[in-house]
C-alpha cells in the first residue's frame, strides 16, 4: 500500500472510534491511540520526513486536512459527551411539580412600624432619619438633659472608645450609641425651619441586660409636630387617634403627668385594653411625650414666643407584644422562621 492509500483507513478508524466513545474517559483514550505521541495516525505523520521529495506536497497537504478534520471531530464529540454528562442520570419527570421557593415575610416589628407610619402619614407627617452612633449634644445636652442625668451615665449607656488622634490635637467629643430617637428630634429642627411634622422610626441602645421586657437594643418611634398655636389638645387627639387605628377602638388611653427634662408639661401615656386585662393589669405604660420645653427650641434657633410643638417617643416591641400577644421581647432577635412565620 503506497503512503497516500495509508491515510483514509486511518483517518475513518479514528472518525469511527471517537463517535463510538462512550464517555469522556473513553474519548480521551481513543484520542491517544490516535493522535497522541505513539498514535497510529501521529505515525503517518513521523514518517512524512522520510518521503521521496516529489511526493512530500500532496501527502502533506492530505495528512493536515485529515488532521484537521480529527480534531474537529474530536472536540464536536468531547462537546456533546459533556452535555450528556451534564444531564440528569435518572430520566426526568416533567409532569411532576415545580419546587416551590419560599416566601418570605415581613419582620412583626416591620409590619408594626410600617403600620404606624402609614398611620402618621395620613396626618401629614413624613418619616425622619438620624445616625445611630451619636454625640452628647445631640442626645442629650441638646435636649435640656443636665450632665448629671443618670443616662448620661457610663454604666447605662454605651460609649464608644475615642479614635486616637494626632498627638496634642484636641480631644474628640466622645461618641455614644444613641439611647432614643428623641436626638433626631435635634438634627431635624437644626436643619430645617417651623413648621416640622416628622416621625422617626429607629434603634436605640441600652445598657440593660436581655430578659422577658428588656434587651440592650429595641427600637423606638419617635414624633415632633412644631407649629404656631399647638396645644395638649393636639397631642392627645392625635395619640389616641393613631392607637385606636392601630391596635382597636376598644383602647383607653390616661394620660399622667411626668417628667422630661426636654418637654414642660411631660406625660406618660398609659394604656388599657382587654389584653392588657388578660395580663392582669389594669393600665400599661406606653409611652412619653410632652410639649417641646422652650430650652430646646432655644437650642435649635427656634423661636419659643412663636413656635409651639408636642414630641413623644415608644417603643416599638412593647406595641408589638400587644397586638400579637408575645410574652417575652427576646423572640423577636432570634430569627427562629418557626416564630417569624407565624405573623
Ligand atoms: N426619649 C424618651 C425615652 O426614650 C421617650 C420620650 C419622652 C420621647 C418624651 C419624647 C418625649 O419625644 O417628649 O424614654
Same mark, same amino acid.
Given at each position: 500500500m503506497s503512503f497516500l492509500e495509508q491515510i483514509e483507513p486511518l483517518r475513518q478508524a479514528a472518525l469511527a472510534d471517537f463517535g463510538a466513545a462512550p464517555d469522556l474517559a473513553a474519548l480521551e483514550q481513543t484520542k491517544g491511540a490516535h493522535l497522541?505521541?505513539?498514535g497510529r495516525f501521529t505515525g503517518l505523520l513521523k514518517q512524512l520526513g522520510a518521503l521521496p521529495k516529489e511526493e512530500k506536497p500532496a501527502a502533506g497537504k492530505l495528512l493536515n486536512q485529515a488532521k484537521g478534520e480529527l480534531e474537529a471531530a474530536l472536540a464536536a464529540r468531547r462537546a456533546e459527551l459533556e452535555l450528556k454528562a451534564a444531564l440528569p442520570k435518572e430520566p426526568t419527570d416533567f409532569t411532576l411539580p415545580g419546587r416551590r421557593h419560599p416566601l418570605g415575610k415581613l419582620h412583626p416589628l416591620t409590619q408594626v412600624t410600617e403600620d404606624i407610619v402609614r398611620i402618621f402619614r395620613k396626618l401629614g407627617f413624613v418619616v425622619a432619619d438620624g445616625p445611630e452612633i451619636e454625640d452628647e449634644y445631640h442626645c442629650f445636652d441638646a435636649l435640656n438633659?443636665?450632665?448629671?442625668?443618670?443616662?448620661?451615665d457610663s454604666q447605662d449607656t454605651f460609649y464608644l472608645r475615642p479614635e486616637v488622634t494626632a498627638p496634642g490635637a484636641p480631644a474628640p467629643k466622645p461618641a455614644l450609641?444613641?439611647?432614643?430617637? *428623641? *436626638?433626631v428630634q435635634i438634627r431635624a429642627m437644626r436643619s430645617q425651619p417651623p413648621p416640622i411634622r416628622i416621625i422617626v422610626p429607629g434603634r436605640v441602645y441600652r445598657r440593660d441586660n436581655a430578659d422577658a421586657t428588656h434587651n440592650p437594643t429595641f427600637q423606638q418611634i419617635e414624633g415632633l409636630y412644631v407649629d404656631r398655636h399647638v396645644t395638649v389638645g393636639d397631642l392627645k387627639g392625635t395619640v389616641e387617634f393613631v392607637f385606636k387605628e392601630l391596635l382597636g377602638n376598644d383602647v383607653k388611653l390616661r394620660f399622667r403627668p411626668h417628667y422630661f427634662s426636654?418637654?414642660?408639661p411631660s406625660f406618660e401615656i398609659d394604656f388599657a385594653s382587654p389584653m392588657v386585662r388578660k395580663m392582669g393589669k389594669d393600665w400599661l405604660e406606653l409611652a412619653g411625650c410632652g410639649m417641646v420645653h422652650p430650652k430646646v427650641f432655644e437650642n435649635v434657633g427656634y423661636d419659643p414666643e412663636v413656635w409651639t410643638g408636642w414630641a413623644f417617643g415608644f417603643g416599638i416591641e412593647r406595641i408589638a407584644m400587644l397586638r400579637y400577644e408575645i410574652?417575652?421581647?427576646r423572640l423577636f432577635y432570634e430569627n427562629d422562621t418557626r416564630f417569624l412565620r407565624q405573623f
Open positions: 497522541g505521541p505513539q438633659t443636665p450632665a448629671d442625668h443618670p443616662a448620661r450609641l444613641r439611647t432614643h430617637t *428623641s *436626638s426636654y418637654t414642660e410574652n417575652d421581647i
